[in-house]
């Protein structure tokens, strides 16, 4: 059974930063493509970022490009999300994902507010 755990999320002002983590188990976890969503209220959820199986190859929305940062640890199956310059917008849950296939976390809530 696969099974997705985000963590890290919280209330941070403008301007700061947080990271998220992703503990994935129940699936060959090398071998899978991750990403990183998230789903504002009110809006449909929206890819952030995403990572290729051995970290070689990243992807990002334009709207956290060069401000947030994806990454893995294929050793202790997990994938991270660094948020920096949070700004109101990025307001979100975010949520752990495995590429193409229908296996989701809980998420966690980020929130950027002064």
């Known amino acids: 059974q696969v099974q997705l755990v985000e963590s890290g999320g919280g209330l941070v002002q403008p301007g700061g930063s947080l990271r998220l983590s992703c503990a994935a188990s129940g699936l060959p976890f090398s071998l899978y493509t991750m990403n990183w969503y998230r789903q504002a209220p009110g809006k449909e959820r929206e890819l952030v970022a995403g990572?290729?199986?051995?970290?070689?190859?990243?992807n990002y929305a334009d709207s956290v490009k060069g401000r947030f940062t994806i990454s893995r640890d294929n050793a202790k199956n997990m994938v991270y999300l660094q948020m920096n310059s949070l700004k109101f917008e990025d307001t979100a849950v975010y949520y752990c994902?495995?590429?193409?296939?229908?296996?989701w976390g809980q998420g966690t809530q980020v929130t950027v507010s002064s």
């Open positions: 990572i290729s199986s051995f970290g070689g190859t990243t």
């Open positions: 994902n495995v590429n193409r296939k229908d296996y």
